[in-house]
C-alpha cells in the first residue's frame, strides 16, 4: 500500500483572497482535479459538503450520551437540575464555538485547533491539548460501544457481550476506511433520523403532558417536578455532580473545527455550522432536558442502570417514559432508535479521534507512523489505534454497564473543560496577536460576537468547572471516584513540563508580535466566477438550491 506523509506547512501556505495571487486570478472551479482535491498539508482528502459538516453541527455526535447519560443526570439531579445544568454548559459551549469559528474559519488547516494551539502559545501546550483531546474520543467511543453491545445483547442474550463487541469493531474498521465521502454521507442521513426521532419524541411528551394519549385518565403535567421533586440530591449539590455528564453530553460541538481540514469549501461551511449549533443547543440539548424531566420520574427503578451493580442494561428516560405511559414494548422502538444513534455516534467518535492523533503524528507530538494516510487520504493507522480503545467498554463484563459508563463519563468530562479552555485561551492570544500587528478585524470572515467577553468568559467558565466538578467526592471521600473526577488535571501539568524540557531552547512561547497570522489560509474548491465570492456579481441561486445547502 502506498503511503505519504504531510509535508510543512509553509511549504503549502494559500493566500486567503485572489488578490494577492501572482498573475492572472486564479480557477476556482478545481473539482475535476484530483490533487486539489488532498490537503496539502495533512494529505487527506476534502470530500466533505456544506451540508455535511452543517448536519455534524446540528446533530453529529448525539447517541448514548445524551440518550441515556441523562438518565444519570436526572437520578442524580432531578429535573430542575437537568434543565439549569444544560443550560449553563450551553451557555459555555456558545461561546467556545464562537471563538473556534472565528480562529477556524481563518485557518482550517489540518491540525484544527491543536495546530492553532502551537501556533497562538506554544507546541508543549498543543500537546497537553491534543493528548487531552485524543482521551475526550476514545472515552465517549468506549461508551458508545458500551452501550450498543449492552442493548443488542438485551435482544440476543445467547450471544455474550465481548462477541458483539468484535463483531461492530470489525464492522466500523471497515467503513471508516472507505474515506470521508462514506463517513459524511453516512453522517447526514443518520444525524437527520436523529433529529426527526427527537422530533417524534418531543411530540409524544407534549401530548402525553397534556393528557391526549389514548387511555389516559388525567394530564401529566409537571407532576415530577413535585413528586419526587424538582432537585434530587439536596438542591445545588444535585447541580452540580452531574455538570461532568453535562461537558459530556456537549462533548462533540467543536468537532466542527476538526472536519474543517476535509471540507471542500470551509469558508462557507464553518462558519455556516458554528450559527446552527446554537439551534443544536435549544432544540437538542435544551429540548431533551425538558421533556426528559416531564415524562420521566428522577426516582424511576433501573434509570441508567437499575441498582444491582451489576446490572448489564441501561435505560434511557425515553424508554422509561413510554413504559410509564403504557406502552410496555415501546422499550424496543426506543432501543432501536438509540443503536441507531449510536452507529452514528460511535463513527463519528471513530473519524475524530482519528484525525486529532492523525495531525499530532504530522506535526511530532506522537509517533511517526500514526501521520501516515493511503494514497485515498485514509489515515489506516490513526483509525486503527482510535478504534482499538473501544476495548475498554469491555470493562461492562466485569463491572456492569452503569458504573463502566460513570467512570468513562468521568474522565472525558474533565477533559472536554480542559480542552475549551484552551480554545478560549487561543483565541484570546489570536485577537491579541491580531491587533499588535495592526490588523484590521474587519478583514476577519467570521468574527465571535461580544469579544472579548465571550471569550475571557469560556476561559474563566472552563477553569471553575474543572476544579469543582469533582468536590461532591470531597464529602464523603470516596479515594478511587476523586482519583477518577481529577487525575486529568495533572496530567495535563504533566504532558505540558516534559514537553518543556524535551525541546528545551527550541519551544519559546509564542510571542504576539513574532505569531504567524497569514499561512493555513486557503480558498474554497468550489469557489468560482459568478458565485460572488471573486468579486463578480453573484449569480442567482433557485429556492430548492439555497434551502438544501443550508440543511
Not at 505519504?4 to 478545481?30: F, I, M, Q, R, Y
Not at 456544506?50 to 448536519?55: A, E, G, I, T
Request: net charge neutral; hydrophobic share 50%; with cysteine.
Amino acid at each position: 500500500m502506498h503511503f505519504s506523509t504531510a509535508t510543512t506547512k509553509a511549504d503549502h501556505a494559500v493566500s486567503p483572497s485572489p488578490e494577492l495571487h501572482d498573475g492572472p486570478a486564479p480557477a476556482w472551479n478545481t473539482e475535476s482535479d484530483d490533487a486539489s482535491a488532498m490537503d496539502g498539508d495533512s494529505g487527506v482528502k476534502r470530500g466533505l459538503k456544506n451540508r455535511h459538516l452543517s448536519m455534524m453541527a446540528l446533530a453529529g455526535i448525539i447517541g448514548p450520551g445524551l440518550l441515556v447519560g441523562a438518565g444519570g443526570a436526572l437520578q442524580s439531579g432531578g429535573p430542575a437540575s437537568l434543565l439549569i445544568g444544560f443550560g449553563v454548559i450551553g451557555i459555555i459551549a456558545f461561546s467556545i464555538m464562537q471563538s473556534l469559528g472565528e480562529i477556524t474559519t481563518l485557518y482550517p488547516g489540518g491540525g484544527a485547533f491543536i495546530s492553532l494551539a502551537e501556533r497562538f502559545v506554544d507546541k508543549s501546550f498543543s500537546t497537553a491539548v491534543g493528548w487531552n483531546y485524543f482521551i475526550i474520543w476514545v472515552s465517549v467511543l468506549a461508551n458508545e460501544y458500551n452501550v450498543i453491545c449492552s442493548i443488542l445483547t438485551y435482544w440476543v442474550p445467547q450471544v455474550p457481550i465481548w462477541a458483539w463487541f468484535l463483531i461492530l469493531w470489525t464492522v466500523f474498521m471497515g467503513f471508516q476506511l472507505l474515506g470521508v465521502e462514506a463517513f459524511g454521507e453516512a453522517e447526514f442521513w443518520l444525524a437527520l433520523f436523529k433529529l426527526v426521532g427527537l422530533t417524534a419524541f418531543f411530540i409524544f411528551a407534549i401530548i402525553y403532558a397534556a393528557g391526549g394519549l389514548i387511555g389516559q385518565s388525567e394530564p401529566l403535567g409537571f407532576r415530577y417536578w413535585h413528586d419526587p421533586g424538582a432537585f434530587n440530591n439536596h438542591g445545588f449539590r444535585g447541580v452540580a455532580v452531574v455538570f461532568i455528564f453535562y461537558s459530556t453530553f456537549y462533548a462533540g460541538v467543536e468537532s466542527v473545527a476538526v472536519a474543517a481540514t476535509e471540507t471542500r469549501n470551509p469558508g462557507v461551511a464553518v462558519p455556516q455550522a458554528i450559527r446552527q449549533i446554537f439551534w443544536r443547543i435549544i432544540f437538542v440539548y435544551m429540548g431533551s432536558a425538558l421533556f426528559f424531566g416531564i415524562t420521566c420520574p428522577a426516582n424511576a427503578p433501573g434509570l441508567a442502570g437499575n441498582e444491582d451493580p451489576n446490572a448489564k442494561a441501561l435505560q434511557s428516560p425515553m424508554t422509561i417514559a413510554i413504559q410509564k405511559a403504557g406502552w410496555e414494548n415501546g422499550v424496543h422502538l426506543i432501543n432501536a432508535f438509540i443503536l441507531i444513534t449510536c452507529l452514528s455516534a460511535i463513527n463519528s467518535s471513530i473519524y475524530i479521534g482519528s484525525r486529532t492523533v492523525l495531525y499530532m503524528a504530522q506535526s511530532g507530538k506522537a509517533p511517526r507512523f500514526l501521520g501516515r494516510v493511503n494514497k485515498w487520504g485514509v489515515p489506516v493507522w490513526a483509525i486503527l489505534l482510535t478504534n482499538a480503545f473501544g476495548a475498554l467498554s469491555m470493562m461492562n463484563v466485569s463491572v456492569g454497564a452503569k458504573k463502566a459508563y460513570g467512570y468513562i463519563v468521568n474522565l472525558s468530562g474533565v477533559s472536554t473543560f480542559l480542552v475549551w479552555a484552551a480554545i478560549s485561551l487561543m483565541h484570546i492570544r489570536f485577537r491579541r496577536a491580531w491587533a499588535t500587528q495592526k490588523r484590521d478585524v474587519n478583514e476577519l470572515p467570521f468574527q465571535s460576537v461580544f469579544y472579548p467577553y465571550i471569550a475571557y468568559f469560556g476561559l474563566a467558565a472552563n477553569i471553575f468547572l474543572a476544579l469543582v466538578q469533582g468536590w461532591t467526592t470531597l464529602s464523603p471521600f470516596v479515594a478511587g471516584d476523586f482519583v477518577d473526577a481529577y487525575i486529568l488535571l495533572p496530567l495535563f501539568g504533566v504532558i505540558y513540563i516534559v514537553c518543556k524540557l524535551l525541546w528545551r531552547g527550541e519551544d519559546p512561547l509564542k510571542r504576539s508580535w513574532d505569531m504567524d497570522l497569514d499561512s493555513g489560509r486557503r480558498l474554497d474548491l468550489d469557489r468560482k466566477a459568478g458565485d460572488g465570492l471573486d468579486g463578480g456579481e453573484p449569480a442567482k441561486v433557485s429556492a430548492w438550491k439555497k434551502i438544501w445547502t443550508s440543511l
